[in-house]
Nanobody
């Protein structure tokens, strides 16, 4: 049973920063693609960023490009999302996701149904 647990959410003013963490357990292989999604009230989860197992390939949604940085530490079974220059529109529930389908590659995986395992979410609120 794979378990992903997010933390690091909170309330900040516009322009501030937060660092989200996701710790994984219950799996043997780190050859996975990991990602961050966010969900606004009444809408489906949207992709924010993803990273390959080695960390060499990283992708970002246009809305966060240049402001957010995804990284991972396989020794700690963790993936992170450093969020800088936060905007009110970044306010959402943020979820960590993982998938082993491609052995660590992340080809065109930008939809919620591309990922098989999810964390419980952590709330991020940005005030102007």
């Amino acid at each position: 049973q794979v378990r992903l647990v997010e933390s690091g959410g909170g309330s900040v003013m516009a322009g501030g920063s937060l660092r989200l963490s996701c710790v994984a357990s219950g799996y043997s292989s780190s050859l996975n693609c990991m990602a961050w999604f966010r969900q606004y009230p009444g809408k489906e989860r949207e992709w924010v960023a993803r990273i390959s197992s080695s960390g060499s390939s990283r992708y970002y949604a246009d809305s966060v490009q240049g402001r957010f940085t995804i990284s991972r530490d396989n020794a700690k079974n963790a993936v992170y999302l450093q969020m800088n220059n936060l905007k009110p529109e970044d306010t959402a529930m943020y979820y960590c996701a993982a998938d082993w389908t491609y052995g660590g590659d992340c080809p065109s995986m930008e939809m919620w149904y591309d990922f098989g395992d999810w964390g419980q979410g952590t709330q991020v609120t940005v005030s102007s």
